[in-house]
């Protein structure tokens, strides 16, 4: 079995900063791709920035030379560095991770901008 948790997520004022984490554990020999997705009341969930392996990266448009996703691999962790954060970033930030055959949610951390 594979857990997969995140943290760091809290309430921020507009422009500010937040980093979240989140680490994989258990019956894992290789993570392949890793990622964030984050999901507003009322709205689908959608991904924010994934990372794989070796270190490629891609964003959703939204959130492009504002967030910042890092991975350490000896660690199973990865990290998403949220600058410039703006009212509309309000959601649950789920982790994603691609463990073959399998692939791992986190139960999520909120993140609340808000003055």
């Known amino acids: 079995q594979v857990q997969v948790v995140e943290s760091g997520g809290g309430l921020v004022q507009p422009g500010g900063s937040l980093r979240l984490s989140c680490a994989a554990s258990g019956r894992i020999f290789v993570i392949n791709t890793m990622g964030w997705y984050r999901q507003a009341p009322g709205a689908q969930r959608e991904r924010v920035a994934r990372?794989?392996?070796?270190?490629?990266?891609n964003y959703a448009d939204s959130v492009k030379d504002r967030f910042t996703i890092t991975r350490d691999n000896a660690k199973n962790t990865i990290y998403l560095q949220m600058n410039s954060l703006k009212p509309e970033d309000t959601a649950v930030y789920y982790c994603?991770?691609?463990?073959?055959?399998?692939?791992?949610w986190g139960q999520g951390t909120q993140v609340t901008v808000s003055a």
């Open positions: 994603h991770a691609f463990v073959p055959p399998g692939e791992y």
């Open positions: 990372i794989t392996r070796s270190g490629s990266t």
